[in-house]
């Protein structure tokens, strides 16, 4: 009886490789860089420089260029090979309102530069912005094809916050490229942080003294401007505020790294306590006329009243410094009266609450 085996099958040649893996993939790389606007011979569609660069557009106007660029691989055995490349820009011109919470934004896709097969990629924008509503507007409100076309549209926002309340976020832009046949590659970014707020109200809550609005609150906005401060015509606190100015620190003067920043009323209270409590003007502080107090006045407007710089209402206040990078000086008191006015007309006007940074132009 004879023994029967079944065959086995011939060895595999030691030369035969299992097959390739590949995968097809796009993937997209970006930078960008935020200017407050470009210059005049840039070939850019937005964010051109104004004429006249107004404390409003500093505090509600800002840009970003973002520099795109969609790589077409194939990925073999894990090793990426460039078929292609798509790139692009996009500029992004956000104005805000001080007096409002709906605002606009304008943007403009380019024509993308197409190389290899970088063709026939499908790209969808959607915006989402936290505690806002962000709606894609003009050629960005439907997908587009990356290419010769240069899409250009926008987003229109509207932001609701209750009284006496404030909020803060940032948009989040997404770009979706698809291309049949890969897997698709996606490009988010954000653009800088804005707030809105309605907490300009007089001290009953009972009626707004300005409507509620937005801001970009890290923008350092100056009272006022180009021009003076009303403060540069209070003859004792100017001269006070100059003194501390031009010491080393240049501390609140335009074009310095030493801002303000406004403090709250607690941090206010403290400040003035620690600089000017208790303290009763010296010898030759009084240079001026104090006239006799009239029956029933709340108030003598010429008595002297202590005065610092930085203002006890900034957290640069009371004791955060040594002299020369703070001094306090004896004033009438019309003029301290005056200084706190046209200090929380320029807050309103601006916005500037409690956190943000600013500047006193004292000419």
């Not at 890969?182 to 800088?192: A, F, V």
């Amino acid at each position: 009886m004879s023994n029967c085996r079944t065959p086995r099958p011939p060895p595999t040649p030691d030369t035969a490789q299992a097959a390739p893996r590949v995968k097809h993939h796009l993937n997209v790389t970006y930078s960008s860089t935020q200017p407050m606007n470009r210059a005049a011979d840039d070939t850019g569609k937005l964010c051109a420089t104004p004429a006249v660069v107004t404390q409003e557009f500093i505090r509600t106007h800002a840009c970003k260029t973002v520099k795109a660029t969609v790589s077409v691989l194939k990925i073999v055995n894990g090793v990426p090979h460039l078929e292609g490349t798509a790139q692009f820009t996009i500029e992004h011109e956000i104005d805000l309102n001080l007096r409002r919470t709906k605002w606009s934004e304008k943007i403009a896709v380019s024509k993308a530069r197409l190389t290899g097969r970088a063709n026939g990629i499908r790209t969808v924008f959607r915006p989402t912005a936290p505690s806002a509503t962000a709606k894609a507007t003009g050629a960005l409100a439907k997908p587009f094809t990356l290419g010769s076309a240069a899409p250009s549209g926008g987003i229109d926002y509207a932001m609701r916050v209750a009284k006496m309340k404030k909020r803060t976020t940032a948009t989040r832009y997404s770009f979706a490229m698809t291309k049949p046949g890969y897997l698709p590659g996606t490009m988010t970014y954000r653009s800088e942080r804005y707030r809105c707020d309605d907490t300009l109200w007089n001290e009953s809550q009972t009626r707004r003294t300005k409507a509620a609005g937005c801001v970009f609150p890290q923008r350092a906005t100056t009272d006022d401007g180009n021009l003076p401060s009303g403060m540069a015509f209070l003859p004792h606190i100017a001269s006070n505020i100059r003194k501390v100015q031009s010491a080393s620190l240049h501390i609140g003067r335009p074009g310095s790294s030493h801002p303000l920043t406004r403090a709250g009323e607690a941090t206010k209270k403290k400040n003035r306590d620690a600089v000017c409590g208790g303290k009763k003007p010296g010898r030759g502080d009084v240079t001026w006329v104090v006239l006799p107090t009239v029956p029933g006045q709340e108030y003598n407007p010429t008595s002297p009243s202590c005065d610092e710089y930085p203002f006890a209402s900034t957290h640069q206040g009371g004791t955060a410094y040594a002299p020369p990078n703070r001094a306090i000086t004896w004033v009438p008191r019309w003029e301290n009266t005056r200084q706190g006015q046209i200090l929380n007309s320029f807050y309103a006007k601006y916005r500037v609450l409690v956190g943000d940074p600013y500047y006193i132009n004292m000419g």
